[in-house]
């Protein structure tokens, strides 16, 4: 990994209220490893009685159908080019969630801000694939961000 930093993000997106909904993947190419070393969830939920949201983030294989989202980097002077891609806006889901990284819940009146711990990053593997997955009781409106590196 040559520590090329860069974003991701899903924009906003609208949860269908009781559906699981891939909101942004990345997609490692085929010979380079990704290291993902932070991500951000909010909303924009103004209801205390709301539902906490389950958030997951998998390794899938699938690609559903879907859009390409803009992956910028940290420092646009530098003159390699990312390999990484990156998906949002689903209309049709990854067909498979193959292992699960990490899931937990928060309240969609607020959000999340996870910077992984040196050593412990996620890594996805050449050409796989790492989705952020959530699931609200009602329908909210969500921004996932992601940063990594390659």
């Known amino acids: 990994m040559a520590a090329i930093r860069?974003?991701?993000s899903s924009g906003e997106e609208a949860l269908a209220?009781?559906?699981a909904e891939t909101v942004v993947q990345l997609v490692a190419a085929a010979i380079h490893r990704v290291k993902i070393t932070e991500y951000t969830i909010s909303f924009k939920c103004t209801s205390a009685t709301d539902t906490p949201v389950r958030c997951r983030?998998?390794?899938q294989t699938g690609a559903g159908t879907s859009a390409a989202a803009t992956v910028v980097k940290d420092d646009v002077s530098t003159d390699e080019t990312l390999?990484?891609?990156?998906?949002?806006?689903f209309t049709v889901e990854p067909t498979s969630d193959d292992a699960l990284i990490d899931e937990f819940e928060v309240h969609p009146q607020t959000?999340?801000?996870v910077f992984?711990?040196?050593a412990q990053e996620i890594l996805v593997a050449g050409g796989g694939r790492v989705g952020f997955k959530l699931t609200a009781a009602q329908a909210?409106?969500?921004v996932v961000s992601v940063g990594a590196e390659e």
Do not use: C, H, Y
Not at 83 to 89: K, S
């Open 6 to 8: 860069f974003r991701v």
């Open 17 to 19: 209220a009781s559906t």
């Open 57 to 59: 983030i998998f390794r």
């Open 83 to 89: 390999q990484t891609t990156a998906r949002n806006a």
């Open 111 to 113: 959000g999340t801000k």
């Open 116 to 118: 992984l711990p040196l």
């Open 140 to 142: 909210q409106t969500v």
